[in-house]
């Protein structure tokens, strides 16, 4: 049971990382966090890529569910695509989990 906690926590502590660095790229830039890196300068497209290694799972359900309401996609889309960003939840929720208790 501890495992299936701990795989829980971890996925958890991944959501919990992608929503805040989502919403403070979007509160500082004005426009949500995408895969179109748009920076001109090296800087921005260094800090526009380690955001979303962090917002990834955001990004990713944010265009599966604008695909789903207007492009019409079959629900197989949707699932995938939850899967895919539970996978990149964890694995950040993982490296952050990891970080935090190393220090």
Same mark, same amino acid.
């Given at each position: 049971? =501890?495992?299936? @906690?701990?795989?829980?926590?971890?996925?958890?502590?991944?959501? *919990?990382? &992608? !929503?805040? %660095?989502?919403?403070?790229?979007?509160?500082?830039?004005?426009?949500?966090?995408?895969?179109?890196?748009? =920076?001109?300068? @090296?800087?921005?497209?260094?800090?526009?890529?380690?955001?979303? *290694?962090? &917002? !990834?799972? %955001?990004?990713?359900?944010?265009?599966?569910?604008?695909?789903?309401?207007?492009?019409?996609?079959?629900?197989?889309?949707?699932?995938?695509?939850?899967?895919?960003?539970?996978?990149?939840?964890?694995?950040? !929720?993982?490296?952050?989990?990891?970080?935090?208790?190393?220090?």
């Amino acid at each position: 049971m =501890s495992q299936l @906690a701990t795989l829980f926590f971890a996925i958890a502590t991944g959501f *919990v990382a &992608a !929503g805040l %660095t989502s919403s403070f790229y979007r509160l500082v830039t004005k426009k949500p966090p995408s895969f179109q890196l748009t =920076s001109h300068s @090296a800087f921005g497209q260094i800090i526009g890529v380690f955001t979303l *290694v962090l &917002a !990834g799972p %955001t990004v990713i359900l944010r265009n599966a569910l604008r695909a789903q309401v207007f492009e019409n996609r079959p629900p197989f889309w949707m699932l995938l695509s939850g899967c895919i960003a539970t996978f990149w939840s964890f694995l950040s !929720g993982v490296f952050l989990l990891g970080l935090m208790l190393s220090i």
